[in-house]
């Protein structure tokens, strides 16, 4: 089932759950096991994770696999590790990121065929960036139109963003919102997470001054407040500013980016210009993934962080 969210309408979890349980009726449920979201937004993806969180745990406690698929990823493989019921949970969810909706040949394939009803414990949720019309003619992504949730972000534009920043901001009784809106407009360049990052700072600000602070200060603390978007970070690495890679890569820590999926975004950028440089982050990144899987001793986050600002 296609469902479109109005994004100006993601200010919560709980208003998107809404939505979806008033606006699809019977046909939005959690007995859905499979559930695709299509957004080049990271917070929409959260968003979504969330929801589906929030309803699964009605059902007991489950248990979380994170993937990160290219063309050669082996989706049977993936699936066939989980069909036994988890020992300390009754349900596995698959979070499998598609980062360039390309699923290859034997990935869309097995898509086409997917039968979410022969793997009773598992649910599985694919993210999946924006797509082409092409793309979502293909037959693997019918498929999971027709079988699941398949879940799109409508009116993502700037009309969509100024309406979403406004509702975001309704704890700011100041005369200059107006301002503050079109300051935001302006700084995250039709980005919704950065938007939401830059009000989430200033909701802080604001409540940890009792709600007495003047426009000049919003301005700073927006002027001051970085993207943090993790899919920028090959640029950031290109700077070759070490001070200010190890500045980002701190800020992505701090807002609980996944180590795996950084991994992933390094090597997928190194693997575009094979050469002795590349192939050498790529064997480092292997031996972080080993930090991460507890098989060597180490803290992966330094590991990363030094391997990133030696690249």
């Known amino acids: 089932m296609k469902i479109a969210v109005p994004a100006h309408l993601t200010y919560s979890v709980e208003e998107v759950e809404t939505f979806l349980v008033k606006n699809t009726g019977t046909k939005f449920?959690?007995?859905?096991?499979?559930?695709?979201?299509?957004?080049?937004e990271a917070l929409f993806h959260k968003l979504v994770y969330?929801?589906?969180?929030?309803?699964?745990?009605?059902?007991?406690?489950?248990?979380?696999?994170?993937?990160?698929?290219?063309?050669f990823f082996n989706w049977k493989e993936c699936f066939q590790k989980h069909d036994n019921i988890g020992l300390f949970a009754e349900i596995t969810l698959l979070q499998i990121y598609m980062k360039n909706g390309k699923p290859g040949p034997k990935g869309g394939a097995f898509l086409s065929e997917l039968n979410m009803n022969e793997n009773e414990s598992i649910y599985v949720l694919i993210h999946l960036p924006k797509l082409d019309f092409a793309s979502k003619n293909s037959k693997w992504?019918?498929?999971?139109?027709?079988?699941?949730?398949?879940?799109?972000?409508?009116?993502?534009?700037?009309?969509?963003?100024?309406?979403?920043?406004?509702?975001?901001?309704?704890?700011?009784?100041?005369?200059?919102?107006?301002?503050?809106?079109?300051?935001?407009?302006?700084k995250c360049e039709g980005n919704f997470t950065s938007a939401h990052n830059e009000i989430v700072s200033l909701k802080l600000l604001y409540n940890s001054n009792e709600g007495e602070i003047d426009l000049t200060s919003?301005?700073?603390?927006?002027?001051?407040?970085?993207?943090?978007?993790?899919?920028?970070?090959?640029?950031?690495?290109?700077?070759?500013?070490?001070?200010?890679?190890?500045?980002?890569l701190?800020?992505?820590?701090?807002?609980?980016?996944?180590?795996?999926?950084?991994?992933?975004?390094?090597?997928?950028?190194?693997?575009?210009?094979?050469?002795?440089?590349s192939e050498k982050i790529l064997i480092s990144l292997h031996e972080i993934d080993k930090h991460l899987k507890g098989i060597t001793p180490g803290d992966p986050w330094v590991e990363f962080e030094r391997a990133i600002i030696n690249y």
């Open 218 to 248: 919003l301005v700073s603390a927006i002027d001051n407040n970085s993207k943090h978007n993790p899919f920028i970070l090959p640029d950031i690495i290109k700077t070759y500013d070490k001070k200010k890679i190890l500045q980002f």
């Open 50 to 71: 969330e929801v589906l969180e929030n309803r699964l745990k009605t059902k007991g406690s489950f248990d979380k696999d994170t993937h990160f698929a290219d063309a």
């Open 29 to 40: 449920d959690e007995s859905n096991k499979c559930w695709v979201v299509l957004s080049d």
């Open 250 to 277: 701190r800020e992505l820590k701090k807002d609980n980016v996944p180590l795996p999926l950084l991994i992933w975004i390094v090597a997928n950028d190194s693997r575009k210009t094979l050469n002795i440089k």
């Open 141 to 186: 992504f019918r498929a999971l139109a027709l079988n699941g949730n398949c879940i799109e972000f409508s009116n993502d534009n700037a009309a969509g963003l100024s309406k979403f920043i406004e509702n975001h901001l309704a704890f700011y009784v100041g005369k200059e919102k107006n301002k503050i809106i079109n300051l935001i407009l302006d």
